[in-house]
């Protein structure tokens, strides 16, 4: 195969391990900044801390009422903030498994969620139509965003923590100052577009990755406000699948799909160059391991299961 922009020939991922823990779907999975853990959360209303080493559950975390759809390690991995149907985002202890703070103020499901890198701000986004960033000790809201007409799919901050990056079911994707919650850029404005379903800033926070719901992801510039690259072969046309950046062989874009794979593409040539089935459903979520070439992919309710996929050395 070609290249994967990291010298020498692309090396594919195989199947290392099913993992069956959840009871309902699994919507989402991330890896702890350090790489010794990761986390799942589910539609059965908990969430699991994973031993990356052993891949077997450590602990896990009860508390939501409803449905999570979305989790975020603290920087220093002793948190992990979740977002719920209930309502509400918990701030959960990594050692303990205790929830140490409940964030109440959104007024319908919490749908996402990340900490800025200081980790003494969460960010959420919202079926209300609202951002909202939380102060950490205080668990109270400090700025309440409302720039969007629809839900609120995705949130992230860039790497500085200064820049928050939303996207919505109403088409638009936008840049919000984190200290002060004002616009700093529509980088995608709301004129009858396909929805938003994922935005997240690359490593070096140059660039947005931007998903639709008409099979596409996009490379957006955050200076120019011009998307650079696109990325097709996957399908996503109902659900707000998570993709993220491959960094640690070359340089890849991931995501789930709605025809049960993965896809990875290389992230300058815009070539798929792997497509990983073994998925019974969705695949709804997909991380990579911050130091070694793994990943970690998550499906919904006809399949439960969490997937680790290598690359052999």
């Keep these: 195969m070609s ?3 990291g010298g020498g020939a692309f090396r594919p991922y195989r199947h290392l391990r099913t993992l069956t823990h959840h009871t309902r779907a699994v919507s989402c999975v991330k890896f702890s900044p350090d790489g010794n853990h990761f986390a799942t959360a589910s539609l059965d209303k908990t969430l699991a801390i994973w031993s990356t080493e052993t891949l077997t559950p450590r602990i896990r975390l009860v508390g939501h009422t409803e449905g999570i759809s979305d989790l975020a390690w603290s920087s220093r991995c002793d948190y992990i903030c ?4 209930d309502r509400t985002a918990r701030i959960w202890d990594t050692q303990t498994g205790e929830c140490v703070k409940i964030l ?8 996402c969620v990340i900490f800025n ?4 701000r969460v960010v959420t986004g919202s079926f209300d139509e609202t951002v909202r960033v939380w102060d950490v000790v205080t668990g109270k809201a400090i700025h309440v965003i409302q720039g969007h007409s629809m839900p609120v799919t995705a949130v992230n901050v860039d790497r500085d923590g200064g820049k928050i990056v939303s996207g919505s079911h109403d088409g638009s994707c936008k840049v919000w100052s ?7 850029k529509v980088l995608i404005d709301a004129r009858g577009g396909p929805a938003v379903s994922f935005a997240k800033f690359s490593p070096n926070g140059k660039f947005i990755l931007v998903g639709t719901l008409d099979d596409t992801l996009k490379l957006w510039s955050l200076q120019n406000g011009k998307f650079l690259k696109i990325y097709q072969g996957h399908v996503n046309r109902v659900y707000c699948i998570t993709a993220t950046f491959s960094v640690t062989n070359g340089k890849y874009i991931v995501s789930g799909s709605e025809d049960h794979s993965i896809c990875l593409w290389d992230l300058q040539g815009k070539n798929m160059l792997q497509k990983m089935v073994g998925h019974t459903d969705t695949v709804i979520c997909v991380a990579c391991h911050p130091n070694t070439n793994m990943i970690a992919s998550a499906s919904l309710d006809n399949d ?3 997937r680790i996929w290598v690359q052999d050395p």
Excluded at 117 to 120: A, E, H, N, T
Excluded at 178 to 184: S, W
């Design 117 to 120: 890198p200081r980790s003494d």
């Design 178 to 184: 984190v200290q002060t919650g004002e616009c700093e």
């Design 3 to 5: 290249s994967g922009g």
């Design 82 to 85: 979740s977002a719920s149907d």
């Design 104 to 111: 109440r103020g959104h007024s319908d499901y919490v749908f």
């Design 304 to 306: 439960r299961t969490v």
